[in-house]
């Protein structure tokens, strides 16, 4: 008798769990495919209707120099998350990403989660969700002064979008950057001044400091040109995120060429 009561104690108390498990799973995909209707709703009235819906406000914006700031958060709904990067110009949205992947459910509900994402989203039979790009070639194009190269291996290190810190091996993980990464398989002298009208501030920095680590490899009237630019670019680009161990912090871009003349004297 003793055995039984026990039993029946297990099974209501497991019943419990397995009714709460199953309630908060189900509160779960109503609040995500919820917000992929809204989501899709907003894309296909306008970028303004899209950004509200993504709770974008105008807080914590990384100034790129020469008018372009940079903004990346998320947005989250339910078990999902909404990553956004976006690009403005003179306060106006000239490019974004939005990024987001499906939870591991099963697979019943991940069909679900794919019919409902696929409105705006490419998702493929393994369940993997391509973010949404807008205006990239705007992020990837130079700032006026130079001629467009449109080389298509040049794109990610002029974009925002490859990352805006500068250093090189960052985080707590002391990983490369994703953007030096990029830098160092591309640069030489040829190409160096044509980084620095990039959009991304890091690039424009990683060509100063290989500028001036290879200064000899520059006839004279390169070096006027370049040194000309770098003037400009600490004019308009005061400031820059900076990467070194586990911290990033804005730093005085002036301050950092200072460095790197210091250091390569000769």
Do not use: W
Not at 14 to 25: I, L, P
Not at 54 to 78: I, P
């Amino acid at each position: 008798m003793k055995r039984l009561i026990i039993f029946l104690i297990l099974t209501r108390f497991f019943g419990n769990s397995h009714a709460q498990k199953t309630e908060v799973e189900k509160y779960y995909v109503r609040a995500d495919t919820s917000f992929i209707d809204k989501l899709a709703n907003a894309y296909n009235i306008s970028t303004d209707t899209l950004l509200i819906t993504l709770g974008v406000n105008d807080k914590k914006r990384e100034y790129l120099g020469f008018g372009y700031e940079f903004k990346e958060s998320g947005k989250g709904a339910g078990s999902m998350s909404f990553d956004y990067q976006i690009l403005y110009y003179k306060n106006k949205v000239v490019a974004y990403t939005i990024s987001t992947s499906i939870p591991k459910k099963s697979k019943r509900l991940k069909k679900i989660y794919r019919k409902k994402l696929s409105k705006i989203f490419r998702v493929d039979d393994d369940f993997k969700v391509s973010p949404i790009k807008f205006n990239h070639k705007n992020a990837e194009s130079p700032l006026p002064g130079i001629e467009v190269d449109k080389s298509p291996e040049f794109n990610a290190v002029m974009s925002p979008f490859s990352g805006i810190f500068f250093g090189d091996y960052c985080g707590n993980s002391m990983s490369l950057l994703n953007n030096r990464k990029l830098f160092d398989e591309l640069i030489n002298s040829e190409n160096c001044n044509y980084f620095l009208y990039s959009k991304n501030p890091a690039s424009r920095m990683m060509a100063i400091e290989y500028f001036y680590n290879n200064k000899l490899k520059f006839d004279s009237t390169e070096v006027i040109q370049i040194e000309n630019r770098v003037q400009e670019i600490i004019k308009y680009s005061p400031y820059i995120r900076h990467c070194q161990g586990c911290i990033v912090y804005p730093e005085n871009t002036n301050k950092i060429i200072s460095k790197l003349k210091k250091h390569n004297q000769f």
